[in-house]
């Protein structure tokens, strides 16, 4: 019988156990490990003898797979983001990685929407400052900006950016969107226009980004971008830290390149407390909890645990990320 093991204590236990369930009903053995650190190579002694791991965005480096290489055949990931796993490395040991995609969608686009208005109405800023009997905001007519009829630059246009523009319609914005791989009938049926990314500079006033962190993505929000986009542009991410130069957007935010930020996201993480977009103007600062809510894990976990019962009932599993692996299977 396949062994399979939930990691990521993170995450609530009541979803860890209906997995566990899941998995048992499909005729696997699952066990839920609570693991001290995140990265699996403090672990691989616990790992050994597993087929199956669902993993919740913890470390898989390479040594991971040298380590645990004869027994573990799939990486299951509860969640969307895998940047954190060597896909390489485990498709050279016949190790399969696949995720949960769409799962976290709906709560991350919520996010981004959240954002956008906390940076756009100073929202976190006057509730401090309520709470400090200071009223001025109110006295000296201090504006913000609406969101309606606002043109929105969407980097990546994926699962996220598609639930995000759909949002984004009903505030009758102007929605476009650049892609490495466009997707024409989503653009079409979501009113979104393709744009370059010089494009989105120019015409944005928000400029969200939703592209995974690979070594084309990470530091694309550097100075030369952002001297390129407009003074009122607030910049949304979501999308992973690695996206963005921390020194540069921060310069950027207190000298009036920009207007705003809103992060949900940084590296590492938590932020180093020297990192400057903790002390920068017009920020807004989420700890990752972009995809936090109970309805997006129950979905993410349930759709890893059935991406496990699919793969070792042979059935097919359509978010494997490194098909490569079955070479070395
Ligand atoms: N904040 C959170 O809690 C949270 C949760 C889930 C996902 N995420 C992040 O959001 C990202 C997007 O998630 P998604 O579900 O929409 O993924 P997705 O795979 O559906 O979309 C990503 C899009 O980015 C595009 N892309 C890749 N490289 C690009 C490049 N160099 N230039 C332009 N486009 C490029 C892809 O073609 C794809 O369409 C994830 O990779 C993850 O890093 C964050």
Redesign the pocket.
Known sequence: MKKIAIIGKQQLLSIRQKMQQYLIDNGLEADILDMETRNVLDWTDKMKGYNGIISCGEKFPAEVFERLHGDLELISRY?????EIDKVAAAEHGVAVCNA??S??T??AE?AMGLILAVLRSIPESDREVRNNDWSRFFQSKTGNQIQDKTVGI????????ALAKMLSGFSCKVIA????W?EEAAKRLNVEYATIEQIQQQADIISL?????P??NG?INKEFLSKCKPNAILIN???GRLVVPEDLADALNNGVIRGAGM??FFPEPPDPSNPLLTAKNTVLLP?????TIESHLKAGMMAAKNVADFFTGKEVKTILNPDYLKNK
């Open positions: 969640g969307v983001g895998t940047d995609a769409g976290l969608s709560a991350v996010c980097i990546g246009f994926g699962d996220i950016s598609q650049y892609d490495i791989f997707n939703h592209v995974p962190s690979t084309q993505t694309m979501t999308g992973r949900d996201v990752h909890t972009g995809a936090c």
